[in-house]
């Protein structure tokens, strides 16, 4: 007879805590049945790492008038916000698609994507970088930028 609460190496309780452990390292599924805790191996990208992620994943994605705002000391919900535009909804769901996982690939990072089913305006949410993509006429009916950016300063400006 199994005993469910003491995985043999190899055997079927084992495998059900493997399958049940969200981590790419099989030790962690056996630390986790011990009530071991289970460190990241991938090191958490600073703010500014992953904005560069952010933005080259757009650029490869032929993101356009990519535009990126400093929140820091201006409020709580991200030290960055990261607007751009595609030009269909196909090209923004599939930009919005491929950077969540080039995140969750290059750093173990699950962000938060709202709106992608639509495509005319996706939210992505890193925890540190707030991304807005959207269509050309979406943007310009909200115009986000105005509302974030210094007074005085226009998207071209603001734009690296």
Same mark, same amino acid.
């Given at each position: 007879?199994?005993?469910?609460?003491?995985p043999?190496?190899?055997?079927? +309780?084992a495998r059900y805590?493997?399958?049940n452990?969200?981590?790419?390292?099989?030790?962690?599924?056996?630390? +986790?049945?011990?009530?071991?805790?289970v460190?990241?191996?991938k090191?958490q990208?600073?703010?500014d790492q992953?904005?560069?992620?952010v933005?080259?994943?757009? /650029?490869?994605?032929?993101?356009?008038d990519?535009?990126?705002? /400093?929140?820091?000391?201006?409020?709580?919900?991200?030290?960055?916000m990261?607007i751009?535009?595609?030009r269909s909804?196909?090209q923004v769901?599939?930009?919005?698609?491929?950077?969540?996982?080039?995140?969750k690939?290059?750093?173990g990072?699950?962000?938060k994507?709202?709106?992608?089913?639509?495509?005319?305006?996706?939210?992505?949410d890193?925890?540190d970088?707030?991304?807005?993509? *959207?269509?050309?006429e979406?943007?310009e *009916?909200y115009?986000?930028e105005?509302?974030?950016?210094? +007074?005085?300063?226009s998207?071209?400006?603001?734009e690296?």
């Amino acid at each position: 007879m199994l005993n469910w609460n003491y995985p043999s190496a190899g055997g079927p +309780a084992a495998r059900y805590k493997e399958d049940n452990v969200l981590s790419p390292e099989p030790q962690a599924a056996q630390d +986790a049945g011990r009530g071991v805790a289970v460190m990241a191996t991938k090191s958490q990208p600073t703010s500014d790492q992953l904005l560069a992620r952010v933005l080259s994943s757009l /650029d490869d994605d032929k993101a356009e008038d990519v535009v990126q705002i /400093d929140l820091r000391g201006k409020t709580a919900i991200g030290d960055h916000m990261v607007i751009a535009s595609g030009r269909s909804t196909r090209q923004v769901a599939s930009m919005a698609e491929k950077l969540a996982d080039r995140l969750k690939q290059d750093y173990g990072l699950l962000c938060k994507v709202e709106g992608k089913d639509t495509g005319d305006w996706v939210l992505i949410d890193t925890g540190d970088i707030i991304i807005h993509l *959207f269509r050309p006429e979406v943007r310009e *009916f909200y115009q986000l930028e105005k509302m974030w950016l210094p +007074a005085g300063t226009s998207p071209a400006q603001s734009e690296n």
